[in-house]
């Protein structure tokens, strides 16, 4: 008997790929990606999104994505507090193997869902982050670090190099005394309203008289 020719799995491997990659970058326009941005995380040519992005009548936003991560250190305490939360939801997803492109599309849809009020960081900036984290997508070298907090115990981003348990730069720290006495901070992190007394008697109130009965 012949044997039967051996499949293509090249070609197949390739359309794979190239399905993954048309994924990736639908992905990221979807969470608000420039084009660039889409190009370096989906490995897709500018062509190719835009054609893309046309049939599923999707425009990205203009502008250029952030080249450097000066940008961090101009930002307000809010904004580095925002960051240091997503940094620290990217490297964790990292930490269970993920890979770049899908830690930074999982860390930062999570990042979104647990805003209270609009995200301050944009997906732009926070795959500058996480380039700039690890040193990859075309990033010249690694400029930040993720540290832990001696005091709070959160995890914050810092600058390359820096201290494993350093203090004084903690962002959550500094919210945390200004929180009292800022309105911007208390509407950017509102308080959960204090349960109604009166409905938390009615829910005990069953529980009560069962433990009354069994007595």
Request: aromatic share 6%; hydrophobic share 40%.
């Amino acid at each position: 008997m012949v044997p039967p020719p051996p499949l293509p799995t090249a070609p197949v491997r390739h359309a794979e790929r190239q399905l993954q990659r048309l994924g990736l970058a639908r992905e990221c326009a979807q969470l608000g990606a420039r084009l660039r941005t889409i190009e370096i995380v989906s490995g897709l040519h500018q062509r190719q999104i835009l054609r893309l992005l046309h049939a599923d009548h999707c425009v990205p936003p203009r502008g250029r994505s952030p080249e450097t991560p000066e940008w961090y250190h101009g930002g307000t305490l809010l904004d580095r507090t925002e960051a240091s939360v997503f940094a620290s939801l990217y490297r964790r997803l990292r930490g269970l193997d993920f890979d770049p492109a899908q830690a930074l599309l999982g860390a930062y849809r999570h990042y979104r869902g647990i805003c209270r009020r609009t995200p301050r960081l944009s997906f732009d900036r926070a795959f500058d982050l996480a380039r700039h984290l690890d040193g990859i997508w075309n990033a010249k070298e690694v400029c930040f670090s993720l540290v832990t907090c001696a005091v709070c115990g959160s995890e914050h981003l810092a600058e390359a190099g820096a201290a494993a348990h350093a203090a004084g730069n903690c962002p959550f720290c500094k919210l945390m005394v200004r929180f009292p006495r800022d309105p911007r901070v208390q509407m950017s992190f509102p308080t959960p309203p204090l349960p109604d007394p009166a409905c938390l008697q009615w829910r005990l109130a069953p529980n009560a008289r069962l433990h009354t009965s069994r007595d």
